[in-house]
Structure formats: structure tokens, C-alpha cells
Nanobody
Framework: QVQLVESGGGLVQAGGSLRLSCAAA????????VGWFRQAPGKEREFVTA????????YYADSVKGRFTISRDNARNTVHLQMNSLKPEDTAVYYC????????????????WGQGTQVTVSS
């Protein structure tokens, strides 16, 4: 089992950057594929990006490709999401997720979730 805690959210102007972090508690974190998802008010939770347990392959939603970068530091049990060129439509609660199964872009593939961190992008 693994527990996930996100941090780094906040309020930023359009065009700005934020770096989200996800700290994992668990001795075998390097065995998990990890992903970031987001949920805006009144909308379903949607895929943002995911990274396999061994550092690759990596997947990105078309809406964030070229702007967001996922990375992981297995030695520190941490996953990061670097978000650049932020847009108002990126406003959402961002969730970190993990699975022992193959890396996936679907919500239902992930067994472990953090509590989420709010990202608000002002125009």
C-alpha cells in the first residue's frame, strides 16, 4: 500500500508556472506507475500525465503536451509535475495517483489517490 500527499498548488496568473509535488509513503514506491489527474468544478476527473514505474514511457493529455512535465525521484519517493505557460482552463484540483498495474491514462486504473491540491490560474 502507498499513501500520497500532494503540495505546491496555488494561485498564479496566466502564463505563469507552478510545480506540484506528490510525496509517497511506502517502501516499494518505485514499483508503482504514477499519474496526475485533475478535476474542475462540475466536470469529471480527467487525465493529465502518467509515468511508468521504471521511468518510461510517459503519457500526456493533448491539452498539456509541451507545457507540463512529469518526473519522479524514487530515492525520495516523490513525483513532480512542472506546469508552465498555465492557462485559465488549467484551473482544477490536481490529484496524484499510483498503481501497481501497467501505467494507464484512465482514472479507474489507479488504486491509490492523494487528497488533491488546488490550482487556480487567473486571466
Amino acid at each position: 500500500q502507498v499513501q500520497l500527499v500532494e503540495s505546491g498548488g496555488g494561485l498564479v496568473q496566466a502564463g505563469g508556472s507552478l510545480r506540484l509535488s506528490c510525496a509517497a509513503a511506502g517502501r516499494t514506491f518505485n514499483a508503482y506507475a504514477v499519474g496526475w489527474f485533475r478535476q474542475a468544478p462540475g466536470k469529471e476527473r480527467e487525465f493529465v500525465t502518467a509515468l511508468s514505474d521504471n521511468g518510461g514511457p510517459t503519457y500526456y493529455a493533448d491539452s498539456v503536451k509541451g507545457r507540463f512535465t512529469i518526473s519522479r525521484d524514487n530515492a525520495r519517493n516523490t513525483v513532480h509535475l512542472q506546469m508552465n505557460s498555465l492557462k485559465p482552463e488549467d484551473t482544477a484540483v490536481y490529484y496524484c495517483a499510483a498503481t501497481l498495474a501497467r501505467v494507464s491514462t484512465t482514472v479507474t486504473a489507479y488504486d491509490y489517490w492523494g487528497q488533491g491540491t488546488q490550482v487556480t490560474v487567473s486571466s
